[in-house]
T-cell receptor, first 113, second 110 residues
């Protein structure tokens, strides 16, 4: 158990819909990262937050957005969903200054039908 | 961010030592080398991190030559449960973007 929690575990929705994925980092970790992993794309870095502020963006679509709240939990919002958005979405957290020692949650499996 | 190159896949047998090498020719002075393990449908798990020479923990060893242009993850006496994808990452520990490459698929056979 990494200490990072993600909800829901599974999500099935239709094209065009909007969903919110939630992540709670390990106790004490201020940095949160979001990744998307699909079969043909590998593990793709989406976005990183540190203590409520966005710090880095990767291959995140404009239809996707995220935020980190004062209690440090983070949410990833996916809108106008397309079939190609079906993937595993992972959240990870780390201590400040330890960006490469990340602890990953169990992931949310999103299926868009 | 330094680019990394790893073998796409490797096969081994139970009880053998497995060495996975990662090339990172343009590694910067402040970059660290980090390895992760990922099982299917699970998030990656941090294995080991190092800067130079050798680092060992209860799971693996990491060998880094003096020029730091490559690194080798060594898994002693692998078991079937070590079948997974292993990722090599290179970057500053205070950095932000973490780029996972394709990794190395290790398949351990009985």
């Amino acid at each position: 158990d990494s200490g990072v929690t993600q909800t829901p575990k599974h999500l099935i929705t239709a094209t065009g819909q909007r969903v919110t994925l939630r992540c709670s980092p390990r106790s004490g970790d201020l940095s949160v990262y979001w990744y998307q992993q699909s079969l043909d794309q590998g593990l793709q870095f989406l976005i990183q937050y540190y203590n409520g502020e966005e710090r880095a963006k990767g291959n995140i679509l404009e239809r996707f957005s995220a935020q980190q709240f004062p209690d440090l939990h983070s949410e990833l919002n996916l809108s106008s969903l397309e079939l190609g958005d079906s993937a595993l979405y992972f959240c990870a957290s780390s201590e400040w200054g330890q960006a490469y020692e990340q602890y990953f949650g169990p992931g949310t499996r999103l299926t868009v039908t | 961010l330094a680019k990394t190159t790893q073998p796409i896949s490797m096969d081994s047998y139970e009880g053998q030592e497995v060495n996975i090498t990662c090339s990172h020719n343009n590694i910067a002075t402040n970059d660290y080398i980090t390895w992760y393990q990922q099982f299917p449908s699970q998030g990656p798990r941090f294995i080991i991190q190092g800067y130079k020479t050798k680092v060992t923990n209860e799971v693996a060893s990491l060998f880094i030559p003096a020029d730091r242009k490559s690194s080798t993850l060594s898994l002693p006496r692998v078991s079937l449960s070590d079948t997974a994808v292993y990722y090599c990452l290179v970057g500053e520990t205070g950095g932000f973007k973490t780029i996972f490459g394709a990794g190395t698929r290790l398949f351990v056979k009985a």
